[in-house]
């Protein structure tokens, strides 16, 4: 069956209206009726080649060998002088640019969610109704804006219930200008995200899917029912094949999903004023043109957009640890925008919305302005260590071609069970290939454990342990958490399941 181009499927989102900036895609009848159960990936036995029958597979496949191998642009030249820890960049293509998408995942979990709800109101409002000259600097000039002709805006509380969002970006450079080299047709979705939000609105998961990820595609408008990278999904149906991959290698429902453009992480950056993101190692790619000296750099722009897209420069080179590395952002772009600075500046909340409407394709069910604030609300008062990025456990194997990562079913299991049990997870300990903790993270005291607390009047005054010597031999505290295992309500993970919370200050790794 003929294949969409990512230029003929963008042109028809966007032509019912050249104003509107959201843009309805509708899910199909399949995804909302009868959606596909169809488990974890299956595994062929080892050494057995994955077969990739049509033509249209192996053209994806070539494109994704020229990415990986750095063949879609020139390559930066670069002078051994660098006065300045700063990133600089090019108007080269390189492989997989559409990083920047990883900033996106704010529009849930930051842009209008840390906002009060009439602010939150008001953006999406003037979103909708295309109002693009006026900024909302302060609830009286959204007040002008009304009594000049405008409608109310609506009253909306945060959405009841849980929340499984899916957030893709795709590869497409439709209307994305010039800097990110030719689009050569087809859409590849390089990120996927899945925000799960509890439905006690407590806690949120936010789970990264590697690119190169072998997952079961089911069968779609435009292709499907083979094994291939996860990544090949978007171009056998658009977002909707997308969702119903990511159903079946999760066993969620998702009844929310957005494709994502990445000039917008460019736009959201210049309107927070900058995201601050730490640095251990040097980072060093000359694909991107990223160069950043260990330290704190507050990243916006161009230097934000480079710093998402470099995956030779952080870790081991490989995408999994690029999404480590993107996480290190993540984090810190959710603390930047519930800072108390950014919820006292109403032009920048705004600013933050508009850059994210304007740069997203949603589904029927996301693209009501009500249903967007809605959500975002029931995050709103959330505690960051209740937010948590966790990349999907996976593995190398024999069966799966050179370079793509098999699914861990088992540890993934664990996760997901957790996710709909609606139970807020742990990772083992923070960080991953690509990041570590922040030496010079500031330390917050724990609110639980009082500093001025009267002294225990049985306590002895010799320094002696009142329990008496510890007993190497003594059986341990079945309570104490283990993999997979619930301690006060939240699933320890598995070692295998890398990430870290909003709360968690680390820096990035670079690649040696």
Not at 103 to 128: C, K, M, Q, R
Request: glycine share 10%; proline share 8%; net charge negative.
């Amino acid at each position: 069956m003929a294949r969409r181009t990512g230029s003929a499927r963008a042109a028809n989102a966007r032509s019912s209206s050249a104003s509107l900036s959201i843009q309805p895609v509708p899910l199909s009848t399949n995804y909302l009726n009868n959606r596909r159960r169809r488990g974890g990936c299956h595994v062929p036995p080892s050494g057995v080649t994955i077969a990739r029958p049509r033509a249209a597979h192996r053209r994806a496949s070539l494109r994704q060998s020229k990415r990986d191998n750095g063949e879609r642009g020139t390559t930066i030249s670069r002078t051994t002088a660098r006065p300045t820890p700063l990133a600089r960049h090019g108007r080269q293509s390189s492989p997989h640019p559409f990083r920047a998408v990883a900033g996106f995942v704010a529009v849930a979990l930051a842009v209008v969610a840390v906002s009060g709800a009439s602010i939150g109101a008001y953006a999406a409002w003037d979103v909708a109704a295309s109002i693009t000259t006026v900024t909302l600097a302060s609830d009286d000039e959204a007040a002008a804006v009304i009594a000049a002709g405008g409608d109310a805006p609506p009253e909306i509380s945060a959405i009841d219930g849980g929340v499984n969002l899916l957030l893709v970006g795709s590869d497409s450079r439709t209307n994305q200008g010039d800097a990110y080299g030719e689009d050569e047709g087809g859409e590849l979705n390089d990120v996927t995200m899945l925000l799960h939000i509890s439905e006690d609105h407590s806690n949120a998961t936010v789970v990264s899917f590697p690119r190169d990820l072998i997952v079961d595609i089911p069968e779609c408008p435009e292709g499907g029912g083979y094994t291939a990278p996860i990544n090949e999904s978007l171009s056998q149906g658009g977002l909707a094949c997308t969702v119903l991959t990511v159903e079946a290698l999760s066993g969620l429902s998702i009844p929310f999903a957005a494709e994502i453009q990445f000039n917008g992480v460019i736009e959201m950056s210049n309107a927070l004023g900058g995201v601050p993101v730490c640095v251990s190692e040097v980072i060093d790619d000359p694909f991107t043109g990223v160069y950043l000296e260990p330290g704190t750099h507050p990243l916006m722009g161009a230097d934000a957009l480079g710093f998402l897209r470099t995956r030779h420069g952080v870790g081991d080179g490989s995408d999994i640890g690029r999404i480590s590395s993107q996480q290190v952002f993540l984090s810190s772009l959710v603390r930047t925008v519930k800072s108390d600075s950014t919820l006292t500046d109403f032009g920048k909340l705004y600013g933050l919305a508009k850059a994210a409407a304007s740069n997203m394709i949603l589904s029927q069910r996301l693209a009501s302005p009500d249903t967007m604030v809605s959500i975002a609300l029931s995050l709103k008062d959330m505690d960051l260590s209740k937010v948590t990025f966790v990349a999907y456990p996976n593995y190398y194997a024999d069966w799966v071609p050179e370079g793509k990562v098999a699914p861990d079913t088992e540890a993934a299991g664990i996760l997901f069970a957790a996710i709909q049990a609606d139970q807020p997870v742990a990772v083992a300990a923070p960080g991953g290939i690509a990041s570590v903790i922040d030496p010079n993270a500031p330390v917050t005291a724990d609110p639980a454990t009082p500093t001025d607390a009267a002294a225990d009047p049985a306590a002895p005054t010799d320094g002696t342990d009142p329990a008496g010597p510890v007993d190497p031999d003594a059986p341990v505290d079945p309570a104490a958490p283990a993999d997979g295992t619930t301690a006060s309500g939240v699933t320890v993970l598995p070692d295998s399941v890398k990430g870290q919370t909003a709360a968690d200050y680390t820096c990035s790794v670079g690649n040696p």
